[in-house]
C-alpha cells in the first residue's frame, strides 16, 4: 500500500522504465509518467540502460532540489527541506514537512524556461519499477550506489517481486538452493559465473530473442543442450504462458521479451553403472556437476573414520544401501556398514587408488603425492595420445579429483583453499 500510495499522491513526479509493462494499466488517470523508452531506443547495448536511467534521475533530482531552493529564496522563506541550506538530506522523496513549497516543474514545448507550480507534494520524485525494488532491478541497484555517492537519499519502498507468480507459474521453491541470474550478464560471459549447475537456476529479464540466444550459447558451455528448461512469460498477468523447451530452443519462442524469464532445473548426476545413484544434488548425495560437489565428495570421504565414525546416513549411498531398509539392522553379510561406504565410493569411482590415499595426512603424504604424479601423467597421456573425449574426461576428472584432496588437505590446515587455486589460476590465463 505505502508504495501505491506514493505513486499515486497528487503532485508526484512518477518515472518508469517502460511504458510497455501490463501494471501501468491499472494506475489511475491522474498519475502522469515519464518513460525511459527512449533510453532503450537510443542505447547501443542493453547493459548500458540501467546506469543512463539512473544518471537521469539523478540530474531530475538535482535539477528539483535547486528550482526548490530557488522558489524558496523568491519567498523569502528559511530553508524549506531542499538539502542544500540546512545539511538536511531530504532526498528524492521530499519526506521532510516542507513538500508544499515546490510543486513541479515542466519544460515547456520549444522553450528553455523551466515554468513551477505549486501543487503540494510535487518535489516527490517516484521511480516505480515492477515488482519489488529490492529484487532483480539492477537499475535501483545502480541508482542506489550513485545516489550515495552524491549525496542522495533515495527511500526504498518494497513490493510483490515477480518471483511469487513466476516460481508459481513452474511449479517450484527457491528452497533449497535456487539461484537468480540477470540474463544479461550471462549473454555476456564466456561462462556463467554464479551459475551453479548443481542447483536449479532461475535467469531473469531475457530481454529478448538475441538476448536469449546469446544466454543459450553460454550455458550449453555448463548444460547439455538438450536440458530441460521452463520459459515462463508475463507471470502473474492475464497474458501468462509457460513453455517448456530443450535448452537449445530457448531462444526460438515468439513469446519471448521483457517480461521472460527462463528456468533450469539441476543436472541430475547419477555415476554409478547400475543407476542406483539417484544423483540428487543438494540433498547430501554423490550427485553433481561442480567443483564444490567434488569437494564434498572429497570431504566426506576424509570424514569417514572406519574405526570410530557410525554408518553414514541413507542420503550420502546409494538407493537400496541405507541402514535398515530391508528390515534388518543393515548387515547384508558383507561387511560393516563402514566397509561397505568404503566400497559405495570405490564404486563411484572416487577411490581409484588405494583407500588410503584420500585419508593422507597432508599434501607431502608419499601416497597421496605419487598418486596426483600418476592422475597428470595419465592425462597428458590421454591428450598425447588423443584418446576418445570419453576416456580424456575421464583422466581430467581423476586429476581434478587428486587437485581437490591437496587443496582440501591444505584447507584442513589452514594454509589456502580452492578459491585462492582458482585466482591463482585465472591470473595465469590473464597474464598469458
Not at 518535489?123 to 537499475?139: K, L, Q
Not at 530443450?246 to 521479451?257: A, I, K, Q, T, W
Not at 601423467?377 to 579429483?401: H, I, S
Request: with cysteine; aromatic share 4%; glycine share 8%.
Amino acid at each position: 500500500m505505502e508504495a501505491w500510495e506514493a505513486i499515486v499522491e497528487p503532485g508526484a513526479r512518477v518515472f518508469v522504465r517502460t511504458a510497455r509493462h501490463p501494471t501501468l494499466e491499472g494506475l489511475p488517470p491522474h498519475v502522469s509518467l515519464t518513460t525511459f523508452d527512449h533510453v532503450y531506443e537510443a542505447t547501443k547495448r542493453l547493459e548500458d540502460v540501467y546506469p543512463a536511467i539512473a544518471a537521469e534521475l539523478l540530474d531530475v533530482a538535482k535539477i528539483a532540489a535547486t528550482t526548490a531552493a530557488a522558489t524558496a529564496d523568491d519567498d523569502g522563506e528559511d530553508d524549506a527541506g531542499d538539502g542544500v541550506d540546512d545539511g538536511e538530506d531530504d532526498g528524492i522523496f521530499g519526506d521532510g514537512q516542507d513538500d508544499d513549497i515546490f510543486a513541479s516543474f515542466a519544460l515547456e514545448d520549444g522553450s528553455d524556461v523551466v515554468t513551477s507550480h505549486r501543487t503540494p507534494r510535487s518535489r516527490r520524485i517516484v521511480y516505480a519499477v515492477p515488482g519489488d525494488p529490492c529484487v532483480a532491478e539492477n537499475s535501483v541497484a545502480i541508482l542506489r550506489e550513485r545516489a550515495n555517492a552524491a549525496g542522495v537519499k533515495v527511500t526504498t519502498l518494497p513490493g510483490v517481486s515477480f518471483l511469487e507468480p513466476t516460481l508459481a507459474a513452474i511449479g517450484v521453491d527457491v528452497m533449497p538452493s535456487l539461484s537468480i541470474v540477470d540474463a544479461i550478464d550471462v549473454a555476456r560471459s564466456a561462462h556463467a559465473v554464479g551459475v551453479n549447475c548443481d542447483s536449479p537456476t532461475l535467469l531473469c529479464q531475457l530481454h529478448s530473442n538475441a538476448v536469449a540466444s546469446d544466454v543459450k550459447l553460454t550455458l550449453m558451455a555448463q548444460f547439455p543442450e538438450d536440458h530441460p528448461c521452463v520459459l515462463v512469460h508475463a507471470a502473474g498477468t492475464a497474458e501468462q504462458v509457460v513453455e517448456r523447451v530443450p535448452l537449445h530452443e530457448m531462444d526460438r519462442s515468439e513469446h519471448v521479451g521483457i517480461l521472460s524469464s527462463a528456468y533450469l532445473p539441476a543436472i541430475n548426476v547419477g555415476s554409478s553403472s547400475d543407476g542406483d545413484d539417484d544423483g540428487t544434488p543438494g540433498a547430501g548425495g554423490f550427485g553433481g556437476a561442480s567443483v564444490e560437489a567434488l569437494l564434498d565428495a572429497v570431504g566426506r570421504v576424509r570424514g569417514l573414520d572406519v574405526d570410530s565414525e557410525p554408518a553414514p546416513p541413507s542420503y550420502m549411498m546409494g538407493e537400496g544401501d541405507a541402514v535398515g531398509d530391508d528390515g534388518d539392522d543393515g548387515d547384508d553379510g558383507d561387511g560393516d556398514e563402514e566397509a561397505r561406504f568404503v566400497d559405495d565410493f570405490e564404486g563411484r569411482g572416487f577411490l581409484t587408488q588405494a583407500d588410503d590415499v584420500w585419508l593422507s595426512a597432508d599434501h607431502a603424504d608419499p601416497t597421496a603425492v605419487e598418486a596426483l604424479r600418476a592422475a597428470a601423467n595419465e592425462a597428458v597421456r590421454c591428450a598425447e595420445d588423443d584418446a576418445d573425449p570419453e576416456d580424456r574426461a575421464r583422466a581430467m576428472g581423476r586429476l581434478l579429483a587428486h587437485v581437490s584432496l591437496h587443496v582440501s588437505m591444505a584447507s584442513e590446515a589452514g594454509e589456502y583453499a580452492m578459491r585462492d587455486v582458482v585466482r591463482h589460476a585465472v591470473e595465469a590465463v590473464r597474464e598469458a
